[in-house]
Nanobody, 115 residues
Protein backbone atom coordinates (compact mmCIF):
# COMPACT_ATOMS: atom_id res chain seq x y z
CA UNK A 1 0.00 0.00 0.00
CA UNK A 2 0.88 3.66 -0.38
CA UNK A 3 -0.04 6.29 2.19
CA UNK A 4 -0.36 9.93 1.15
CA UNK A 5 -0.61 12.89 3.50
CA UNK A 6 -1.26 16.39 2.15
CA UNK A 7 -0.48 19.60 3.95
CA UNK A 8 -0.05 23.29 3.26
CA UNK A 9 -3.58 24.41 2.55
CA UNK A 10 -5.10 27.47 4.12
CA UNK A 11 -6.69 30.86 3.57
CA UNK A 12 -4.92 33.33 1.31
CA UNK A 13 -5.86 36.53 -0.45
CA UNK A 14 -6.13 36.68 -4.21
CA UNK A 15 -2.70 37.15 -5.72
CA UNK A 16 -1.02 35.29 -2.91
CA UNK A 17 0.85 32.01 -2.85
CA UNK A 18 0.69 28.66 -1.12
CA UNK A 19 2.80 25.54 -1.34
CA UNK A 20 1.09 22.21 -0.92
CA UNK A 21 3.01 19.11 0.09
CA UNK A 22 2.18 15.45 -0.35
CA UNK A 23 4.29 13.04 1.66
CA UNK A 24 4.24 9.45 0.45
CA UNK A 25 5.11 6.34 2.41
CA UNK A 26 4.79 2.61 1.98
CA UNK A 27 5.41 0.97 -1.41
CA UNK A 28 7.06 4.03 -2.91
CA UNK A 29 8.77 1.96 -5.60
CA UNK A 30 5.39 1.12 -7.14
CA UNK A 31 4.56 4.77 -7.89
CA UNK A 32 4.64 5.72 -11.59
CA UNK A 33 3.29 9.25 -11.30
CA UNK A 34 2.02 11.70 -8.72
CA UNK A 35 -0.90 13.97 -9.43
CA UNK A 36 -2.74 16.83 -7.78
CA UNK A 37 -6.49 17.06 -8.18
CA UNK A 38 -8.95 19.58 -6.83
CA UNK A 39 -12.65 19.49 -6.16
CA UNK A 40 -15.34 21.96 -5.18
CA UNK A 41 -18.78 20.99 -3.89
CA UNK A 42 -21.08 19.75 -6.61
CA UNK A 43 -18.34 19.44 -9.21
CA UNK A 44 -16.22 16.60 -10.47
CA UNK A 45 -12.67 16.22 -9.30
CA UNK A 46 -10.35 18.06 -11.68
CA UNK A 47 -6.79 17.11 -12.55
CA UNK A 48 -4.55 20.08 -11.83
CA UNK A 49 -1.00 18.85 -12.35
CA UNK A 50 1.02 15.68 -12.66
CA UNK A 51 4.64 14.62 -12.50
CA UNK A 52 5.84 11.28 -13.79
CA UNK A 53 8.61 9.10 -12.46
CA UNK A 54 10.71 10.41 -15.33
CA UNK A 55 10.12 13.99 -14.26
CA UNK A 56 7.72 15.05 -17.01
CA UNK A 57 5.06 17.49 -15.90
CA UNK A 58 1.64 18.47 -17.18
CA UNK A 59 -0.86 21.10 -16.07
CA UNK A 60 -4.46 21.97 -16.69
CA UNK A 61 -4.66 25.10 -18.82
CA UNK A 62 -6.19 27.20 -16.05
CA UNK A 63 -3.07 26.93 -13.86
CA UNK A 64 -0.29 27.01 -16.46
CA UNK A 65 2.22 29.69 -15.62
CA UNK A 66 0.95 29.97 -12.04
CA UNK A 67 1.37 26.50 -10.52
CA UNK A 68 4.48 24.34 -10.45
CA UNK A 69 4.63 20.69 -9.47
CA UNK A 70 7.92 19.29 -8.22
CA UNK A 71 9.23 16.46 -6.12
CA UNK A 72 11.93 15.69 -3.60
CA UNK A 73 12.80 12.02 -3.99
CA UNK A 74 14.90 12.01 -0.83
CA UNK A 75 11.85 13.09 1.17
CA UNK A 76 9.31 11.10 -0.89
CA UNK A 77 7.37 14.31 -1.20
CA UNK A 78 5.65 16.07 -4.06
CA UNK A 79 4.94 19.78 -3.96
CA UNK A 80 2.50 22.08 -5.68
CA UNK A 81 3.67 25.67 -5.65
CA UNK A 82 0.69 27.89 -6.32
CA UNK A 83 1.27 31.53 -7.20
CA UNK A 84 -1.04 34.33 -8.29
CA UNK A 85 -3.93 32.53 -6.68
CA UNK A 86 -7.45 33.38 -7.76
CA UNK A 87 -10.76 32.89 -5.96
CA UNK A 88 -11.63 30.21 -8.52
CA UNK A 89 -8.67 28.17 -7.24
CA UNK A 90 -10.61 27.63 -4.01
CA UNK A 91 -11.08 23.89 -3.59
CA UNK A 92 -10.08 20.81 -1.70
CA UNK A 93 -6.79 19.64 -3.16
CA UNK A 94 -6.01 15.94 -3.27
CA UNK A 95 -2.80 14.08 -3.92
CA UNK A 96 -3.02 10.96 -6.07
CA UNK A 97 -0.44 8.25 -6.68
CA UNK A 98 -0.61 6.21 -9.86
CA UNK A 99 1.02 2.88 -9.14
CA UNK A 100 1.60 -0.47 -10.79
CA UNK A 101 -1.51 -1.57 -8.92
CA UNK A 102 -4.42 0.50 -7.72
CA UNK A 103 -4.30 4.31 -7.38
CA UNK A 104 -4.07 5.85 -3.94
CA UNK A 105 -5.50 9.10 -2.59
CA UNK A 106 -4.77 11.38 0.28
CA UNK A 107 -7.49 12.93 2.43
CA UNK A 108 -7.01 16.38 0.94
CA UNK A 109 -6.07 19.85 2.07
CA UNK A 110 -8.38 22.84 1.76
CA UNK A 111 -7.31 25.94 -0.15
CA UNK A 112 -9.45 29.05 0.18
CA UNK A 113 -8.65 32.16 -1.85
CA UNK A 114 -10.45 35.32 -0.81
CA UNK A 115 -11.16 38.16 -3.22
Amino acid sequence: QVQLVESGGGLVQAGGSLRLSCAASGRIFSINAMLWYRQTPGKQRELVAEITSGGSTNYVDSVKGRFTISRDNAKNTVYLQMNSLKPEDTAMYYCNAVTTGIPYWGKGTLVTVSS
